[in-house]
């Protein structure tokens, strides 16, 4: 009766057996699971992209910013950097424009990262054209799916432009000490023509400087604290200084830096921190400037007619002021926030 039981199961789990030698073992291989297996076929699929991306090459042209074209159609791999176009160019040029660096252009895309990058954008940009054109409805997911195409025109032309080449001097000597101030120096700044500099400190005095000759053509004794802001007008016919007793004192001249006269204005009820004049485009006639304080308040000023009003909103003293190029003035303070008012 047992021996009846155990023969069949015997013979079925030889069959199983033998089964599963012969399909693995006399193939020199071992079982492999199934997700072992399709990560196989995913990493093998991936080696195969990049394998076909390496071998894709596109016939160009490289002309300058005339179009004219320099050396011959190149075959390039579409994989190209611009540092490597960079490298085949100077091979290309002469000896004196060595060494320059050069931005590359297609269709006025500039390359970032590689030949391929752009022209799939610009790919990308003909696709979303064409689908606006047709009336037809595309989402972001359509774009994201495209796959990349050599272009279909035979020649690709990549512009070059030189950029400029900033270097570093190192400071061999000093070509001049402008000396005066009996304290310490707080602030200078720059006349909009760049003629004439202006520099306060804590003798309380501005002193008008010419910089060409180097020497002084003005003495602004007016203020009782230390000068520590100084900001010209855009137009540079006015200067304002501002002091540690929150006094400002709005100068004019004859127009050749001399002749200086001030109007002074009580403005804050703490020391002055920054000046920021409403841009020239926005305000031809130069006349509004915004002050900044330890008081945490905004002031918008008239240079004739003074303070316009005022703006408050900051906890803390106000670090620095700005008035932007869109009408808006921006501000931020030791309270740890900006402010923007238009």
């Known amino acids: 009766m047992l021996l009846s039981y155990g023969f069949p199961f015997f013979f079925f789990f030889f069959f199983f057996?033998?089964?599963?030698?012969?399909?693995?073992?006399?193939?020199?291989?071992?079982p492999v699971r199934k997700r072992q297996r399709r990560d196989t076929v995913f990493t093998e699929a991936g080696a195969v992209d990049e394998i076909e991306e390496k071998d894709k090459n596109v016939m160009v042209r490289l002309v300058d910013e005339k179009g004219v074209l320099t050396?011959?159609?190149?075959?390039?791999?579409?994989?190209?950097?611009?540092?490597?176009?960079?490298?085949?160019?100077?091979?290309?040029?002469?000896?004196s424009a060595r060494g320059t660096p050069y931005a590359f252009f297609i269709d006025g895309d500039q390359v970032h990262d590689s030949v391929r990058d752009s022209l799939f954008r610009r790919q990308q940009e003909a696709f979303v054209d064409k689908?606006?054109?047709?009336?037809?409805?595309?989402?972001?997911?359509?774009?994201?799916?495209?796959?990349?195409?050599?272009?279909?025109?035979?020649?690709?032309?990549?512009?070059?432009?030189?950029?400029a080449k900033f270097m570093v001097r190192p400071v061999?000597?000093?070509?001049?000490?402008?000396?005066?101030?009996?304290?310490?120096?707080?602030?200078?700044?720059?006349?909009p023509d760049?003629?004439?500099?202006?520099?306060?400190?804590?003798?309380?005095?501005?002193?008008i400087w010419d910089v060409y000759t180097l020497t002084p053509t003005e003495e602004l004794k007016a203020h009782t604290s230390w000068v520590q802001?100084?900001?010209?007008?855009?137009?540079?016919?006015?200067?304002?200084?501002?002091?540690?007793?929150?006094t400002i004192i709005i100068w004019s001249h004859d127009g050749m830096y001399g002749n200086f006269k001030g109007k002074r204005h009580k403005a804050h009820s703490s020391y002055l921190s920054h000046i920021s004049?409403?841009?020239?485009?926005?305000?031809?006639?130069?006349?509004?400037?915004?002050?900044?304080?330890?008081?945490?308040?905004?002031?918008?000023?008239?240079?004739?007619?003074?303070?316009?009003?005022?703006?408050?909103?900051?906890?803390a003293c106000v670090t620095c002021v700005k008035w932007g190029g869109e009408g808006f003035i921006y501000s931020s303070s030791q309270d740890r926030t900006r402010h923007c008012v238009g």
């Open 17 to 30: 057996f033998w089964r599963y030698y012969c399909r693995f073992c006399w193939k020199g291989q071992m």
């Open 194 to 207: 760049g003629e004439a500099l202006a520099s306060g400190g804590g003798d309380k005095e501005i002193r």
């Open 131 to 163: 689908m606006m054109k047709e009336g037809r409805r595309f989402r972001q997911q359509d774009v994201s799916k495209l796959e990349f195409e050599l272009p279909e025109e035979t020649v690709v032309d990549i512009q070059f432009k030189p950029q």
């Open 277 to 315: 004049w409403e841009p020239l485009h926005r305000n031809i006639d130069c006349n509004r400037f915004v002050s900044a304080s330890k008081d945490t308040t905004l002031k918008v000023w008239h240079n004739v007619t003074g303070v316009q009003f005022s703006l408050s909103g900051h906890q």
């Open 71 to 95: 050396g011959a159609q190149l075959l390039l791999p579409v994989t190209a950097t611009p540092k490597q176009l960079d490298e085949l160019l100077c091979s290309m040029l002469d000896e």
């Open 229 to 246: 802001v100084l900001s010209w007008a855009p137009d540079g016919k006015h200067l304002v200084s501002g002091s540690k007793d929150g």
């Open 172 to 191: 061999t000597r000093c070509t001049g000490a402008l000396e005066g101030h009996s304290e310490a120096v707080l602030v200078v700044t720059f006349s």
